[in-house]
């Protein structure tokens, strides 16, 4: 079993930053790519960050393009979500995701992933 833990969550003002982290622990699997999702009250999940685990490419939502930035520790099997210039829009609960099959369709999909992390609250205030 494959277990994905966030941490560093919480509550911030718009314009403040947060860090959240992403730490794959249990069994060994073939790390592939891992993501950030996030998901607001009554909105669908939407996909916010991935990192390519083989590579080190990465992909953001134009969203978050210049205000995000993702990252890795690969020894560690941790991903990272730098979050800056934060709005009352990135309210949600973010979800990390780790695929330990080749992402298909794509990284920016939901569908590419085998393992979801329970979800850390971000919530922004104006």
């Known amino acids: 079993q494959v277990q994905l833990v966030e941490s560093g969550g919480g509550l911030v003002q718009a314009g403040g930053s947060l860090r959240l982290s992403c730490a794959a622990s249990?069994?060994?699997?073939?790390?592939?790519?891992m993501g950030w999702f996030r998901q607001a009250p009554g909105k669908e999940r939407e996909f916010v960050a991935a990192?390519?685990?083989?590579?080190?490419?990465?992909y953001h939502a134009d969203s978050v393009k210049g205000r995000f930035t993702i990252s890795r520790a690969n020894a560690k099997n941790t991903m990272y979500l730098l979050m800056n210039n934060l709005k009352p829009e990135d309210t949600a609960v973010y979800y990390c995701?780790?695929?330990?099959?080749?992402?298909?369709?794509?990284?920016?999909?939901?569908?590419?992933?085998?393992?979801w992390g329970q979800g850390t609250q971000v919530t922004v205030s104006s």
């Open positions: 995701a780790a695929a330990g099959t080749p992402p298909r369709p794509t990284m920016i999909s939901g569908r590419s992933y085998d393992y």
């Open positions: 249990g069994r060994t699997f073939s790390n592939y790519g």
């Open positions: 990192i390519n685990w083989n590579t080190g490419s990465t």
